[in-house]
């Protein structure tokens, strides 16, 4: 069966170590959309962080942004869907990780806020081109009615790898919690994730879930890489990501976005 919507992470998967899409993956994706295909990126960056690589590829269908937490319509800006912590839960938890000694970061539709800006906070501004605030988060969170999309802890990996599964017992209940890169955990309302949301846009489009395929190369992936019917893991994906997926491209510097595309998308379209 022809693949009819495409859903891509970002960092590490669609951008090289750069931070840029490669004139390879750029043609294949445009030449999937000009056949009629869908596609769409799904990250877990904000989506003011996503919106200028949704504009260079001329993405005409909705980006899932904060693991599934928002999704929104790249031009317009309007927010499809939205699923937040609520705010007293993520001062609960923002508290919980400072008497820990951690560093946290929560974000509110396009912003993101942290008490006091540092090395991590830095690195991340770097990564994703966006410029973070400071504040009292117990102050913030007791303003704020609804509640933040997400939470982003930073430490070392072995640091977050021994610190997870505390946080699991205590709010495993109430948050998903998982890991886009080595150095970042990060917390959503419990029940969103990638897959969760890829199947909401699927069904939008009335798309079999046999004719999507996701690629992804990071824990955050794996909802969506184990939801579609073609789940592709990135070359430079870590072990466990590609035991769970159907296909292993290769990497982010190699244009595994591309050869994905070009192999089990343009080349099955009659």
């Given at each position: 069966?022809?693949?009819?919507?495409?859903?891509?992470?970002?960092?590490?998967?669609?951008?090289?170590?750069?931070?840029?899409i490669?004139?390879?993956v750029?043609?294949?994706?445009?030449?999937?959309?000009?056949?009629?295909?869908?596609?769409?990126?799904a990250?877990g960056?904000?989506?003011?962080?996503?919106?200028p690589?949704?504009?260079?590829?001329?993405l005409?269908?909705?980006v899932?942004?904060y693991?599934?937490?928002?999704?929104?319509?790249?031009?317009?800006?309007?927010?499809?869907?939205?699923?937040?912590?609520?705010?007293?839960?993520?001062?609960?938890?923002?508290?919980?990780?400072?008497?820990?000694?951690l560093?946290?970061?929560?974000?509110l539709?396009?912003?993101v806020?942290?008490?006091?800006?540092?090395e991590?906070?830095?690195?991340?501004a770097r990564?994703?081109?966006?410029?973070?605030e400071?504040?009292?988060?117990?102050?913030?969170?007791?303003?704020e009615?609804?509640g933040?999309?997400?939470?982003?802890?930073?430490?070392?990996?072995?640091?977050?790898?021994?610190?997870?599964?505390?946080l699991?017992?205590?709010?495993?209940?109430?948050?998903h919690?998982t890991?886009?890169k080595?150095?970042?955990l990060?917390?959503?309302?419990?029940t969103?994730?990638?897959?969760v949301?890829?199947?909401?846009?699927?069904?939008?489009f009335?798309?079999?879930?046999?004719e999507?395929?996701?690629?992804?190369?990071?824990f955050?992936?794996?909802?969506?890489?184990?939801?579609?019917g073609?789940?592709?893991a990135?070359g430079n994906a870590r072990?466990e990501?590609?035991?769970?997926?159907?296909i292993?491209?290769?990497?982010?510097?190699?244009?595994?976005?591309?050869?994905?595309i070009?192999?089990?998308?343009?080349?099955?379209?009659l």
């Open positions: 069966m022809a693949i009819r919507l495409v859903a891509m992470d970002l960092d590490d998967t669609l951008l090289r170590d750069n931070w840029t490669s004139p390879r750029v043609k294949a994706i445009q030449k999937a959309q000009a056949q009629g295909v869908k596609m769409t990126i990250t960056r904000m989506p003011i962080s996503t919106r690589y949704a504009e260079q590829l001329g005409d269908v909705p899932i942004t693991h599934g937490a928002m999704i929104q319509q790249v031009l317009s800006g309007e927010i499809l869907f939205r699923r937040v912590i609520p705010s007293s839960l993520a001062a609960e938890i923002v508290q919980d990780v400072a008497d820990r000694g560093y946290a970061q929560v974000y539709k396009d912003r806020i942290t008490p006091q800006v540092n991590w906070s830095r690195e991340y990564i994703a081109s966006v410029h973070i400071e504040a009292d988060l117990s102050i913030l969170l007791s303003q009615l609804e933040v999309e997400k939470i982003l802890l930073m430490a070392e990996e072995t640091e977050l790898d021994q610190l997870a599964p505390l699991g017992q205590r709010y495993g209940e109430k948050v919690i890991k886009s080595p150095c970042f990060e917390m959503t309302d419990c969103v994730n990638k897959g949301a890829l199947a909401a846009l699927a069904k939008q009335g798309i079999a879930q046999e999507v395929m996701a690629i992804g190369d990071s955050n992936d794996l909802e969506m890489i184990k939801y579609a073609v789940g592709v990135m072990q990501i590609k035991e769970q997926a159907d292993v491209t290769t990497t982010n510097e190699e244009d595994g976005v591309a050869e994905a070009e192999r089990y998308v343009l080349d099955r379209i």
